[in-house]
């Protein structure tokens, strides 16, 4: 009784000394029953007792391990049991039955979007039926790239420039606004006598360049249509101009304190804290600076104080730069190996009135159109007017938006080109709905001006009038409301890309084949 007494009080003792105790345990502890097997600041000696007792400590703990052990591993067959019977039924289920209600991923009702590998599918297809096309070509014709002939498109005789001195004439129009503006922002003139002038600057804006290319025979068709194109750019921009210096004569009148139109904007600041862009009121807006800052700026509607960047970007500028010039020598070599000989072969068709083959060359012509569109796209809106506007730190970059998701019509002629959308939108739409004209004849009439546009742009550089292009803007028209009424989603999206693959694109084939069978069609 007593061995087992004494046996049991130092294992007790044990434990609340390991529990309490540091790292050494045993070393320096004085038992509480006054044993002397050893005494403080030494190394005791291995008594019977202390044997005895670690053997029998040893033992119990090895016993909780074992004993902890085995109820971890019961707890786990017993949780484990369960499981493996449930997948055991799954598995059988699985074998029974392996069809469930679902949609085909095809179906619109699967709600299945990730059609990315049949896109990298049709890229592919594009490709190699393009490059078989180009071999085809180059088989058959040769290499037909001639830079040095492109210069004759510009110039028929090198000692006369016709378009380049056109184009340096225009500054007369411009400087006749900007003083017509200045009289009238003195007071010296009358609004109906600004009006009238305003009146007659824009009008001959647009007559005097068409006389002078339907009169000077060395003006070839190239030629006119950059020089037309520049002057009906700044007839857009010289109407915006004196419409919005008009309304701040009006707010001027109104003693308003401060602008409340769109084109008061705040200016941006450079980040350098210095050169900071000033804002300007009327009439300290009537400059020649701020003048042909608008002038070169890409866009077609005046305003006060316009976005500014920070900072011009180098690298930017450069990569802009560099897309315009390969874009460029890409839409010359296009157009001379590819569409000049498809039209030269289209011509007997078209005299011989064949309609089986003429419907299969305007086919044939419209594809390397439609590219060529395209690539013009990117090259003008894109790179250029970037370009353009990171030389003169213009914010507004805004020059397109997407028009390839185009579900109708008018929404494909708002996005594609934002610039005239702007125009259109704030000097001719929202006047006409302000005088009372109902939403349909101000559409209407909005694809008149822009009909009108296309034919001046087309048929006088051409020197030949068949209102192919007037014909071809007027078309859409009826083809909006069929596509608004009775396509939606994707299948309008398609008769938009009909559209413009087989549409105007053909009306101005239509015209380069007219011209050259007017002017080649006896030699060929």
């Known amino acids: 009784m007593s061995d087992r007494a004494e046996m049991r009080g130092p294992v007790t003792r044990r434990r609340r000394t390991t529990i309490s105790g540091g790292g050494n345990g045993a070393i320096g502890v ?50 484990n049991t369960p499981r493996k019977q ?104 009358s609004e109906m006598t600004g009006l009238i002038l305003h009146i007659f600057n824009l009008t001959s804006l647009l007559i005097f360049p068409s006389a002078t290319v339907l009169t000077v025979p060395s003006m070839t068709p190239v030629g006119g249509v950059l020089s037309l194109g520049v002057y009906t750019v700044l007839f857009l921009k010289l109407y915006s101009y004196q419409d919005t210096n008009r309304w701040c004569r009006e707010i001027r009148q109104a003693k308003a304190k401060r602008l409340t139109r769109s084109y008061s904007c705040p200016s941006v600041a450079q980040s350098n804290g210095s050169a900071v862009h000033a804002h300007v ?68 068709p078209f005299q011989e009135m064949d309609f089986s083959r003429m419907m299969e060359r305007l ?22 007017m970037n370009f353009v506007a990171e030389l003169l730190q213009f914010g507004d970059r805004e020059f397109y938006k997407d028009w390839w998701n185009s579900e109708t019509v008018t929404y494909f002629w708002a996005n594609w080109n934002i610039p005239v959308h702007k125009w259109c939108l704030r000097h001719f739409y929202k006047p006409m709905l302000r ?23 087309v048929s006088v550089p051409l020197k030949m009038f068949r209102l192919w292009a007037f014909m071809g803007m007027m078309a859409q028209v009826p083809l909006a409301w069929f596509v608004s009424r009775f396509l939606n ?16 694109p053909v009306a101005v084939l239509m015209y380069v084949h007219d011209y050259y069978v007017i002017h080649y069609g006896g030699t060929t």
């Open 30 to 79: 004085k038992q509480a029953n006054g044993s002397k097997c050893h005494e403080a600041g030494e190394k005791p000696p291995l008594c019977p007792a202390k044997a005895k007792k670690d053997e029998v400590d040893r033992h119990a703990s090895n016993k909780g391990k074992v004993d902890k052990q085995t109820r971890v591993s019961g707890e786990q067959q017993l949780a």
């Open 86 to 189: 449930r997948s055991a039924v799954e598995d059988i289920n699985e074998r029974l039955s392996c069809h469930v209600l679902q949609e085909s991923l095809l179906s619109s009702a699967s709600g299945y979007s990730n059609y990315r590998g049949i896109l990298n599918w049709c890229v592919v297809m594009l490709v190699l039926s393009n490059a078989r096309l180009f071999l085809e070509n180059i088989i058959k014709y040769g290499i037909l790239v001639d830079p040095i002939q492109v210069v004759s498109l510009f110039l028929k005789d090198p000692y006369s420039w016709p378009a380049a001195c056109l184009i340096i004439v225009s500054n007369v129009f411009i400087l006749a606004a900007l003083y017509t503006e200045r009289r009238l922002a003195v007071g010296t003139i």
């Open 281 to 348: 009121s009327y009439p300290g807006n009537l400059t020649h600076r701020d003048m042909y800052y608008f002038v070169f700026a890409p866009t077609l509607c005046y305003q006060l104080n316009f976005p500014r960047s920070s900072r011009i970007r180098k690298r930017f500028l450069m990569r802009r730069l560099f897309e315009m010039l390969f874009f460029t020598q890409l839409l010359v070599g296009l157009i001379q190996q590819w569409m000049v000989p498809t039209i030269q072969n289209s011509m007997k």
């Open 363 to 384: 086919l044939k012509l419209a594809v390397p159109n439609h590219l060529i569109w395209l690539i013009f796209f990117y090259w003008f809106f894109h790179s250029s």
């Open 435 to 457: 005088k009372g004209i109902n939403k349909f004849c101000a559409q209407t009439a909005v694809f008149l001006v822009s009909a009108f546009f296309h034919e001046y742009l």
């Open 489 to 504: 989603g994707n299948y309008g999206n398609a008769a938009v890309w009909i559209s413009l693959i087989i549409g105007q």
